[in-house]
């Protein structure tokens, strides 16, 4: 009998909960399909990518943003790092990493809290040093570049002056 009363308690508490205590990140995708990168005009390489992005966002946003406040992401535009190198025709899944092909990734952001936008901006977000990352390259996760040069973006631009949480 007393899990469900606890279920109940439980239940009415996260409803009563305000969603203004709540930190979270909205990412949204604008016209994907033409994006820079050639992974984004094929629908099946396309909807794991963003779906991979919008997640990893959302984690370090957890880690970075204050209670009660959300981030809205808009990215505008993709090039991940690397390209497809169409005369290695043995490999034509295979992208060759480069340093003349950086990851960049262009967004417009708006940082609010209680109503009141904190801060927005559009930015292009690039790391020309990405091949010195040794910590990306070791890291055996998908979009290893990508994700630390978001990373160290989101660090800088919200998270400065706090440790992350977590």
Known sequence: MRAPKFAVVVTLASLLLPAAALAGVNVRFVAPERFADQDFRSPYKREPLMKELERFLQRVGELYLR?????????????????????????????VMRDVTPPRVKLRYRLEAAGRTLASAEETVSDLNYLM?????????????????????????????????G
């Open 67 to 95: 209670p009660g406040q959300t981030l809205r992401i808009e990215v505008l535009d993709v090039d991940l790092a690397g390209r497809y190198e169409p005369f290695n025709t043995r490999f034509n899944d295979v992208r």
């Open 133 to 165: 990352n040794i910590q990306a390259r070791n890291s055996g996760e998908w979009l290893p570049y990508e994700k630390a040069m978001l990373r160290d973006w989101f660090r800088r631009r919200f998270g400065e002056g706090q440790r992350p949480r």
